[in-house]
């Protein structure tokens, strides 16, 4: 079946404006995570969906973060007023919350900022 | 605080030359152990999940083995088109049963050569 998919693949933006990016998971994946990976650094936790429950934000870098899920599938991450240091790759991935694999995250091909 | 690093940075093989990639952990308490190969300009791949100390998954010419403090990724007689980065990442466990996140090293670049 179709795995996570992200969009756009590429965004190149000014320093101030607002962007959003946009996650379609697993069909039937309940749970539902953001990833940021910086040049030379490992992938870091922003935010965690599941379910109707209350996200998880404690991975979000600043109030100018922000994620929502509409319907528990599609989410999107909005960044205000971007920074340099925003520039980075954001990666989703969805999971299943049943079954043997149950706690194997599967990641989309991701969306690369650059914030000039 | 939990931790993951990774060793060595990068590796270089000539095609048919086995060796390991090394993951070394600290958690409270481990949930599980992922591998992911991540090809450039591509997301994340999942390989193996490992869940307690002595635990071994294969695939192909990968195998994964788990001790309480760190995993290896043994590659046995690697061709080119396994060149990639191989990141490993934790789900600790704490008071409230599972984290929600996974806590990532910063991988380990592998060149093969043929």
């Known amino acids: 079946g179709a795995g996570v998919s992200q969009s756009p693949s590429n965004k190149v933006t000014e320093k101030g404006k607002d962007v959003e990016l946009r996650c379609d998971p697993i069909?039937?994946?309940?749970?539902l995570y953001w990833y940021r990976q910086s040049l030379g650094q490992g992938l870091e936790f922003l935010i965690y969906?599941?379910?109707?429950?209350?996200?998880?934000k404690s991975g979000l870098p600043s109030d100018r973060f922000s994620a929502e899920r509409t319907g528990g599938s599609v989410s999107t991450l909005t960044i205000q007023r971007t920074q340099q240091e925003d520039s980075a790759v954001y990666l989703c991935?969805?999971?299943?919350?049943?079954?043997?694999?149950?706690?194997?995250?599967?990641f989309g091909p991701g969306t690369r900022l650059t914030v000039l | 605080e939990d931790q993951v690093t990774q060793s060595p940075e990068a590796l270089r093989l000539q095609e048919g030359e086995s060796s390991s990639l090394n993951c070394s952990y600290t958690?409270?308490?481990?949930?599980?152990l992922f591998w992911y190969r991540q090809d450039p300009g591509k997301g994340p791949e999942f390989l193996f999940t490992?869940?307690?100390a002595g635990e071994e998954k294969e695939k192909e010419r990968l195998k994964a083995t788990l001790t309480k403090k760190e995993s290896f990724l043994h590659i046995t007689a690697p061709k080119p088109e396994d060149s990639a980065t191989y990141l490993c990442?934790?789900?600790?466990?704490?008071?409230?049963?599972?984290?929600?996140?996974?806590?990532f090293g910063t991988g380990t670049l592998l060149a093969v050569q043929p």
């Open positions: 990442a934790v789900q600790s466990m704490n008071y409230g049963g599972a984290t929600n996140k996974l806590i």
């Open positions: 069909s039937g994946h309940t749970a």
């Open positions: 490992l869940y307690s």
């Open positions: 958690v409270s308490g481990l949930r599980g």
């Open positions: 991935a969805s999971r299943s919350t049943w079954g043997l694999v149950a706690d194997t995250q599967y």
């Open positions: 969906f599941q379910g109707n429950s209350a996200p998880d």
